[in-house]
């Protein structure tokens, strides 16, 4: 499931209701992002995912010549969003394998929240005696190094900010019953008439100023100046000299296999370096920040220095003499940026299913939900293959319908029946992506 901050902004942009509001998914983003802040997103090296903004220590007002104050006459809209879910579960069942093992599973979720915030948006005229200061000349170096990159640089123009200091909690139980004659879980053991009770209750608070969703509109540099495209969105390149092209439109789930396979193709990694890389990448995967590094050295030429896990493998690719590196550099550089997409929680379970072994059954399933579901636009229910589901153990399934749930998709762990949500498209297909490439990996 999705985390406690990310389901919360999540709901109360979708309550506002408009749609171009982002909410913002981690804790630590929502004290960086302010209005005027300068946003960056890369052009993805897929056709079927787009990258996720990255909030800057940059504002629009340190790239322009010093002015005088700017007249910004923000309009505030306060308001108070209130959310209480709860929702129950049971699954019973039995097991003979040499013990008879008989249960009933009760599972009870209550998820709460209580923000009071605003909706602090910038007036027309804001934007309009901001447009008078000019670049200043040299070009700062920050946006000479964005140039070079490729990067498309975005402004904060509108934010929804808390007035108070919320307390998110997350209280959930689960009520196992039943006549046992084996150790069912770790928790409920015994021989007879047995039960067991398991409580977990998690709380975050968030501080009071925290922005948790906000608006913004692409920078665009031209030749006598500077302008936002107010209208538009992602449709142009903040550098038009440079960059990586226009967004192409997605197609089909075939071009997305081919997109996959090409990449892995044009890699041809050594056996030695595959593994080098594999278990390394393994190490990472609990610390995004360390994986951004990773991604942002291996576009540099030639390639930067780290340390840690991601030092190895670049000195791994250094070393890969049969090839020039370039192939298997733009294979990682696209796992990485398919990662990226995913959140934090789906890096822990990926972490999981490559100890349980189960990466390649976990990709025939996504890619079953995907070729047929690709191109719907609507909410429609679909039933998982029973063929595909019999080879995994209770837990790898459990990981398993978690990693689909974190897509967007509402799993029931003892149901196959699931709805079709056409949000999740975007990372059930980089999900695909990943399980692909790092399936190829671990042969190794």
């Not at 920040?289 to 576009?299: G, I, V």
């Not at 003499?321 to 379970?349: N, T, W």
Request: with cysteine; aromatic share 6%.
């Amino acid at each position: 499931m999705p985390s406690m901050f990310e389901r919360t902004t999540k709901k109360l942009v979708k309550e506002i209701g408009d749609q171009e509001l982002r909410p913002v998914k981690c804790l630590v983003s929502a004290t960086k992002i302010h209005r005027f802040s300068l946003i960056r997103r890369k052009k993805a090296r897929s056709l079927f995912w787009q990258l996720p903004d990255i909030p800057l220590d940059v504002s629009l007002m340190h790239i322009l010549e010093p002015g005088s104050s700017v007249p910004d006459a923000a309009v505030e809209v306060p308001a108070l969003f209130s959310d209480t879910e709860v929702r129950k579960q049971q699954a019973a069942g039995s097991v003979n394998a040499g013990a008879e093992v008989g249960f009933l599973e009760e599972t009870t979720a209550c998820q709460g929240s209580s923000l009071e915030y605003q909706i602090v948006s910038t007036p027309h005229e804001t934007w309009t005696e901001l447009q008078k200061r000019k670049l200043p000349d040299p070009e700062p170096a920050f946006l000479k190094q964005c140039r070079e990159a490729g990067v498309n640089l975005y402004v904060v123009t509108e934010t929804v900010e808390l007035l108070n200091s919320p307390v998110l909690q997350d209280l959930s139980t689960v009520n196992v019953s039943g006549k046992f004659s084996i150790p069912l879980n770790i928790w409920v053991k015994g021989k007879g008439q047995a039960g067991g009770l398991k409580v977990r209750e998690k709380k975050l608070t968030v501080p009071k100023g925290s922005v948790v969703a906000y608006k913004r509109k692409q920078l665009v540099f031209k030749e006598k100046g500077w302008d936002i495209y107010h209208i538009a969105d992602d449709d142009q390149e903040t550098f038009p000299a440079g960059g990586m092209g226009p967004f192409t439109p997605r197609t089909d789930f075939k071009l997305l296999q081919e997109e996959v396979s090409q990449k892995v193709k044009a890699a041809e990694l050594s056996r030695d370096t595959q593994a080098v890389v594999f278990f390394n990448l393994l190490a990472m995967l609990g610390d995004r920040e360390a994986l951004q590094d990773l991604m942002d050295t291996l576009e540099l030429e030639p390639f930067g220095h780290l340390d840690g896990p991601g030092g190895t493998i670049l000195t791994e690719l250094r070393k890969d003499s049969r090839y020039p590196g370039v192939g298997s550099k733009f294979l990682l550089l696209y796992l990485l940026e398919a990662l990226m997409v995913l959140s934090d929680i789906q890096h822990d379970l990926l972490a999981q299913s490559i100890e349980k072994r189960i990466l390649v059954r976990q990709r025939d399933l996504v890619r079953s939900i995907l070729e047929p579901n690709f191109n719907c636009s609507q909410n429609i229910p679909f039933t998982l293959q029973p063929k595909l589901l019999a080879p995994f153990h209770r837990e790898g399934l459990v990981i398993t319908y978690e990693l689909l749930d974190e897509c967007g998709l509402k799993m029931k762990l003892n149901s196959p029946r699931s709805t079709w949500d056409p949000e999740a498209q975007e990372r059930l297909s980089a999900l695909y992506g990943t399980l692909s490439v790092l399936k190829q990996l671990a042969e190794a």
